[in-house]
């Protein structure tokens, strides 16, 4: 098997970046300077499903608090290929995660539409698979994937990480009350935009977010330069645990907002976006 490339979620030049991001998120600092970040033309990251056989405390896909078997069609998928052509996009990276990818029953379907759409219109595109690199079966799919595919992998061993308390949500929290939540954070240049089963974001981790509180604000096509994507960053960063700062921990921590969130999901209660205290305007 291919050595994957192993990531780390915590460094001590991440914290720094994060400290900054959070001063340039203070409504005056982005008034005076300008967002620092903007949805990505250049890297996409593709939740294909939210199955995942490691169920990680603080998951920032709520695979764990909020289990889903569910997988994005592979006409999604093909889809994406098809608008990014048509609307001249070179993705530089396009990268299939979840949950875990290797768990998507078609999973080999999506890889060789992947792999096509490499010969035929991009070549230099870069196609990863984020993967927990845990457990046989995972092992049994990545060991079938042609070389072609890259492998990105966090190897995790066990359920206990050292993560950003994903379910912390700043909005909860006092120090983050002078916040412009449109500013979003670092992973909507890092990882780039997202399409995950409810539709394009700017960034995966928002389309995770939605399942959950069900504002279906996902673009159903590839979102245009002209769309800055500034109502999913008002409704989702406000609630997700990367914007800002925050200090990574191993403890499972859920802040009032996320707790009353699985709970409506676990009783089937429907969300509104009226749900979400002010300044929440999406619009
Ligand atoms: S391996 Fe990744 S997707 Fe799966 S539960 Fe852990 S953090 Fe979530
Ligand atoms: S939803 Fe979270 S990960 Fe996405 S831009 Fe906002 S703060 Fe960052």
């Not at 990531?7 to 998120?25: C, E, G, K, P």
């Not at 994937?145 to 492998?151: C, G, R, S």
């Not at 379910?167 to 670092?186: E, H, K, L, M, Q």
């Not at 673009?219 to 609630?239: G, H, I, N, V, Y």
Request: charged letters at 25%.
């Amino acid at each position: 098997m291919k050595t994957p490339h192993r990531h780390r979620n915590i460094t001590a030049t991440r914290l720094l970046l994060d400290a900054y991001q959070f001063v340039r998120a203070q409504a005056c600092v982005a008034k005076r300077f300008g967002r620092q970040f903007h949805p990505s033309r250049e890297y996409i990251e593709i939740d294909i499903t939210y199955k995942c056989n490691l169920k990680c405390i603080n998951c920032n896909r709520s695979c764990t608090q909020a289990p889903s078997d569910l997988e994005m069609p592979v006409a999604d998928v093909a889809m994406f290929i098809s608008q990014s052509v048509a609307k001249g996009i070179a993705w530089k990276r396009i990268r299939m995660l979840g949950g875990e990818p290797t768990l998507h029953s078609r999973i080999f379907d999506i890889v060789d539409l992947l792999i096509n759409y490499r010969k035929r219109y991009n070549p230099s595109v870069n196609l990863v698979m984020g993967t927990n690199f845990f457990g046989d079966h995972v092992h049994r799919v990545l060991e079938k994937l042609p070389d072609a595919i890259t492998l990105k992998s966090t190897l995790k061993r066990s359920r206990v990480n050292l993560f950003k308390p994903f379910n912390v949500a700043p909005v909860d929290t006092r120090f983050n009350r002078f916040s412009d939540y449109t500013c979003g954070c670092r992973i909507i240049k890092t990882c780039g935009l997202g399409l995950t089963p409810s539709g394009y974001y700017m960034c995966a981790v928002a389309g995770g977010i939605d399942r959950i509180f069900g504002y279906h604000l996902g673009r159903k096509a590839l979102p245009d330069d002209a769309d800055t994507l500034s109502d999913q960053m008002s409704a989702f960063c406000r609630l997700c645990g990367h914007f800002g700062f925050q200090w990574p921990t191993r403890r499972a921590k859920r802040s009032e907002t996320w707790r009353l969130a699985y709970r409506r999901l676990k009783n089937s209660e429907p969300h509104s976006v009226k749900d979400a205290s002010p300044p929440y305007d999406p619009f």
